[in-house]
């Protein structure tokens, strides 16, 4: 049984990980640190977890980290993991990034849309994206790993076949993304207020989503060219959700049927991907509190295009959950521990 800790304890992404950790048979949640609320118990702020996890909170103490723990999940803000993770550089611990902090390739990248000083280049170099179906060999042999975005893992995951069988253009793809408000994080804003989110939907940094760079430089790495996209994305009055609908020009004739063909043969090995049948799409409740990713595809002859849909959970596939899958391809562990459970419906 590996132990693990998780630094940002109180967040909704380490809330997930708890949760879903609790199933699983190989690792065991033996700190939980986090730095404005040490000292304080989890279920004094989560009434929810009373009975689960018993100790309080830890203040983080690197030096001791690699004699008390095997794997660590930064369930942080940005511009927290990229400062601490150069100071475990030399230990054999196992650390999986969920901010954006390790992301992209690029510092100057990073700087313009995260605001904030970038990591080394030798920690970028060193962290491997973790998109479980599109880089699960490289997975396996990492030590850091940089857990995707939500709205990426959706995009990615819904394109990339389309773009390595070259069927639509590298150029024009447009990307609709909408998502439930736990999206925000758990700091209230105005604009997560219930009174402005209920029964509103509001598009939100049009042309300005720090996912931006993340999906152009993937999609890029796939279509082996340069790709930019066209990304808008919607805060919508449900909790929990993510789902992004895709447009691309289509390059060769082709059909729905072929497409799904294509696709199911893409990810025929990949257990959380679920390909619809045509003229089924997915809705965010099908993958509701789930590691599953539900794709479907229109290929729209009248215009020549092609559409494409992927449901995720944002604060699963689109973070802990991620993280647990990516945890178990590093370890030989099979892929679906922990995490091959019936999403929640209604």
């Known amino acids: 049984m590996k132990k693990v800790a998780i630094i940002g304890g109180t967040g909704y992404g380490a809330i997930e990980l708890i949760r879903?950790?609790?199933?699983?048979?190989?690792?065991?949640?033996?700190?939980?640190?986090?730095?404005?609320?040490?000292?304080?118990?989890?279920?004094?702020?989560?009434?929810?977890?009373?009975?689960?996890?018993?100790?309080?909170?830890?203040?983080?103490?690197?030096?001791k980290l690699e004699e008390e723990v095997d794997i660590v999940f930064f369930a942080t803000p940005a511009g927290v993991a990229k400062d601490i993770l150069p100071q475990l550089s030399n230990s054999k611990l196992q650390c999986i990034d969920l901010s954006g902090d390790l992301r992209l390739s690029s510092p100057t990248e990073y700087e313009t849309w995260y605001g904030k000083e970038a990591a080394p280049q030798e920690l970028l170099d060193q962290a491997v994206y973790g998109l479980s179906e599109l880089y699960a060999e490289e997975i396996k042999q990492a030590s850091v790993i940089s857990n995707p975005g939500c709205f990426p893992t959706s995009?990615?995951?819904?394109?990339?076949?389309?773009?390595?069988?070259?069927?639509?253009?590298?150029?024009?793809?447009?990307?609709?993304?909408?998502?439930?408000?736990?999206g925000a994080g758990r700091t209230p804003t105005a604009k997560t207020h219930f009174s402005e989110t209920n029964e509103n939907v509001t598009p939100y940094k049009i042309g300005q989503h720090q996912h931006i760079p993340e999906i152009e430089q993937y999609l890029?790495?796939?279509?082996?060219?340069?790709?930019?996209v066209a990304?808008?994305?919607?805060?919508?009055?449900?909790?929990?959700?993510?789902?992004c609908t895709m447009y691309g020009q289509l390059v060769r004739e082709t059909t729905?049927?072929?497409?799904?063909?294509?696709?199911?043969?893409?990810y025929e090995n990949n257990p959380f991907v679920r390909i619809r049948e045509a003229g089924v799409f997915p809705a965010t409740k099908d993958v509701y509190a789930s590691n599953f990713c539900d794709i479907g595809i229109h290929v729209d002859q009248r215009s020549n295009q092609i559409i494409i849909a992927a449901a995720i959970d944002n604060l699963v596939k689109g973070a802990a959950g991620q993280a647990i899958q990516n945890a178990n391809l590093m370890n030989g562990w099979e892929e679906t521990m922990g995490l091959h459970t019936i999403p929640v419906y209604p």
């Not at 690792?27 to 309080?56: N, R, W």
Request: overall charge negative.
């Open 155 to 182: 995009a990615l995951l819904g394109l990339a076949p389309a773009l390595e069988h070259q069927i639509i253009s590298p150029q024009g793809i447009s990307i609709d993304g909408k998502t439930g408000i736990s």
């Open 256 to 266: 729905t049927e072929e497409l799904l063909e294509i696709y199911q043969s893409y």
């Open 231 to 243: 990304f808008a994305t919607h805060l919508i009055p449900m909790t929990r959700g993510l789902i």
């Open 20 to 63: 879903l950790l609790q199933l699983h048979e190989k690792m065991h949640v033996k700190k939980v640190i986090s730095h404005s609320q040490h000292g304080d118990s989890l279920a004094s702020i989560y009434p929810h977890l009373t009975d689960f996890i018993e100790e309080p909170m830890d203040e983080l103490q690197i030096d």
């Open 220 to 228: 890029s790495d796939k279509a082996k060219t340069p790709i930019d």
